[in-house]
């Protein structure tokens, strides 16, 4: 499948690059499958390709997605030469039994060897994924991988809390009683750690999953939380130009025929004025910017703003939202606990 998939997504590049309306690119990430795994001469051929459809002369960042295992000198001399800039990996936690539990390949040996490797192929904007509230996981052992992560000295970090998906392996070990959910205040006190950790380590808190040494905030995903354009390509890709938000079918089969027959692979739908302001809250409130409420109102009249500073009056006094010198609501420490209610009582529905 990886030759006929490269080709489709090439294809898919020339059919659409009409919807970038000539404006630079300034990032290219290629993600969503683990791009490691492809053999380097279909990835190489992919690159290519995708100079050939597109004008990528004024990429400034550009990342792949890696598993550790596949982090070689040999790949890491080619993904260089390829003119990637960024690697960002899927490390997950640096604990072996765990690794092992959750179905990882890697060990935290070929992680901490990864770093080594990629910085002595000259790519040293690197970023890893660590994972909280996993199974067997307890505070002290989290601890202990932030602090690893610390020593690594990434210039980026990104956490997420484990999240049970119906149909996984980690979902039905769970309802089979093989495997025991860590308690909700018990990840609350790994993401404190998190933070502390971190930010004491010379990180910053620029979104409230992601932590960068400063002037490595990923740009790419920066993107999507400003609410810039990006076209996105390859079977479950998701595009959105500010107002249509554009999706590619799961189906790897179903995507390459329609492609290579020439046809749009995309469905597509408008957003209404009430859900992209959900949008514009929702991301903004993720980040360390937070929400320009003067820009609501510029974007969305007097109606949404007076909804969106009414509701958030009470998350002021509460001390979960703070208001900034330049009119920016963001949410304080305690308010990111709260991010997913505090998020809810401000979405507007007119």
Known sequence: MGGPYVEALIAEARLRKGELHGES????????????Q?????L???VDGLRGALDLSGVEEFTVEANPDDVTPDWCRAVAALGVNRVSMGVQSFEDPILRLIGRRHTARQAMDAVAHLREAGINNISIDLIFGLPG????????SVEQAIALAPQHISAYGLTYEEGTRLWRQRELGE???????QCLEMYRILVDDLQAAGYEHYEISNFALPGYHSRHNSSYWNDTPYLGLGAAAHSYDGKVRKWNPHDMHQYIDKVMAGELPCE?????????YDERVMLGLRTARGVDAERLRDEFGNEAWRYFTREAARHLEAGNLRLTEDGRY???RDGIML??????DLLWDE
Request: proline share 8%; hydrophobic share 35%; glycine share 6%.
């Open 25 to 36: 690119i300034k990032t290219l990430y290629l993600g969503g499958g683990t791009p490691s």
């Open 38 to 42: 492809l053999p380097l001469p279909l």
């Open 44 to 46: 190489s051929r992919l």
């Open 137 to 144: 996981q307890t505070v002290s052992s989290w601890t202990a």
């Open 179 to 185: 495997i025991v959910e860590v308690p909700e205040e």
């Open 268 to 276: 597509f739908e408008e957003l209404s004025r009430s859900e992209r």
């Open 330 to 332: 963001v949410l304080t």
């Open 339 to 344: 991010s997913d209610s505090i998020i809810r």
